[in-house]
């Protein structure tokens, strides 16, 4: 089995040993064959691209070709122990209905996406008057797939008025290393977010 992504290892750490998971935008299936094997997982993977489809059919794993746009109707709740979405929210058109969805479908959710608040992004806008691109978020203003770039703090302050609770949240650098920087001021320094999370009582 190939070496995950770091960031799909980090994501892998908080999975629990024998849980029920759906992975959103699943991509080739690599995190899912992993907690599959290591973890001994079950569930389901949405893609849309048919592509990585085949190549999740090719390892034997559950995947469904899904817009997530379209919401998470086919499932019932409580369908999952966790739902994991990596570098997906920010490229769907509600973000706040999908976390809804996220955690009517299971009890806990994990999403990683790319920080607009590094300083890096700050720079390109404010001094240099351009669309800011970093390493984390490569795209051009007119060809990304990206159309709700947000912040840590936007995140947080959406998690809050959805009475969503955060439990647990770690920043990484755009080669996806954890930065001392980051854990000073992660709005600032960190490139890449990952959150863990779950209803408030």
Excluded at 81 to 89: H, Y
Aim: net charge negative.
């Amino acid at each position: 089995m190939s070496e995950l992504r770091t960031d799909l290892q980090m994501v892998a750490d908080w999975i629990h040993p024998g849980a029920r998971v759906l992975d959103l935008g699943c991509g080739d299936g690599s995190l899912l064959a992993y907690l599959h094997a290591q973890r001994q997982v079950t569930g389901y993977g949405l893609e849309i691209d048919p592509d990585k489809i085949v190549s999740c059919i090719a390892s034997g794993l559950n995947v469904l070709q899904t817009d997530l746009d379209e919401g998470l109707s086919d499932f019932e709740a409580d369908s999952f122990d966790q739902v994991i979405m990596t570098q997906t929210l920010q490229a769907v058109r509600r973000p706040d209905k999908l976390l809804d969805e996220m955690l009517r479908v299971a009890e806990e959710g994990i999403v990683t996406f790319p920080n607009f608040a590094h300083w890096r992004l700050r720079y390109d806008h404010s001094v240099r008057g351009r669309m800011p691109r970093s390493e984390a978020l490569s795209y051009r203003w007119y060809e990304t797939p990206n159309i709700h770039l947000c912040t840590l703090r936007d995140f947080e302050e959406l998690c809050h008025t959805m009475n969503i609770r955060l439990i647990q949240r770690q920043v990484m650098s755009h080669d996806l290393k954890r930065l001392r920087m980051a854990q000073w001021r992660p709005n600032l320094f960190g490139e890449v977010a990952m959150y863990r999370f779950r209803r408030a009582d």
